[in-house]
């Protein structure tokens, strides 16, 4: 059978004869990708998309899905005081508390300010001795300058991870930096009231042979302390002394 020239002859199936070094190397390349690799476990049976989502998904321990758990619903940036003699931040990143610690704290001490002032109205009003007032007064004073000093005072916390320890600082007037060494870490304690589940908030405890060097963390996020606790244990094992 004769074929213009230029033009490769048809077999009776349809297909063409020659086939093209392009032609071939896909074949071989199908082939090779519906094979299983020498180098794959056998038993790791799952489907494609689940063996892709578990790529995806952060590995614990993974410093950016710490980064990214401790940073949710927290405020931008620590306030420093004013005084060019404070203590210094220095270098690396600072965490800060969750901003619903704030709105916790003026929850409670607003009830404790209502409450103490219902009180000393209705005690002075069935027994009529006015001097009650005089500690009522205290209490009530007191808790006013809580309030308007909780939310400045919420963002001079914050905390730090470095390489063999946690830096925690916090306060305004006075100020407070204590380092933790990860080998000297004995107990994290994570510990919320009821009010504080209603905004998903956890204090975070650190308990080290030192009581001193003890810190207690409060305002974190649910996820955010559950992390922490992790990743802190996880290191302490590693860098344990034995001391």
């Known amino acids: 059978m004769t074929t213009p020239q230029g033009t490769p002859p048809q077999d009776p199936w349809g297909s063409d004869v020659p086939q093209t070094q392009a032609g071939v190397s896909e074949g071989i390349a199908a082939e090779r990708s519906r094979a299983p690799r020498a180098d794959t476990d056998p038993s790791d049976v799952r489907p494609a998309d689940a063996r892709s989502a578990d790529a995806r998904r952060p590995a614990d321990g993974d410093p950016a899905a710490d980064e990214a758990v401790l940073g949710v619903g927290t405020y931008d940036r620590i306030l420093e005081p004013r005084s060019e003699r404070r203590l210094p931040l220095g270098e690396g ?143 302490a094992e590693t860098r344990r002394t034995g001391l």
């Open 93 to 235: 990143t600072w965490h800060q508390l969750a901003r619903a610690y704030v709105r916790v704290q003026l929850i409670s001490q607003g009830a404790v300010f209502v409450l103490v002032l219902a009180a000393a109205v209705v005690v002075q009003a069935l027994t009529g001795f006015s001097w009650l007032w005089i500690p009522a007064g205290v209490i009530l004073l007191v808790t006013a300058i809580g309030l308007v000093i909780t939310p400045r005072q919420a963002r001079s916390f914050g905390y730090q991870l470095r390489r063999d320890d946690l830096v925690f600082r916090r306060g305004i007037l006075w100020q407070r930096v204590v380092a933790v060494p990860y080998g000297r870490m004995q107990l994290v304690d994570i510990t919320h009231g009821p009010l504080d589940r209603g905004f998903g908030i956890a204090q975070l405890k650190l308990v080290t042979a030192a009581a001193s060097t003890g810190v207690t963390i409060p305002g974190l996020t649910q996820e955010a302390a559950e992390r922490l606790r992790d990743t802190l244990v996880a290191v």
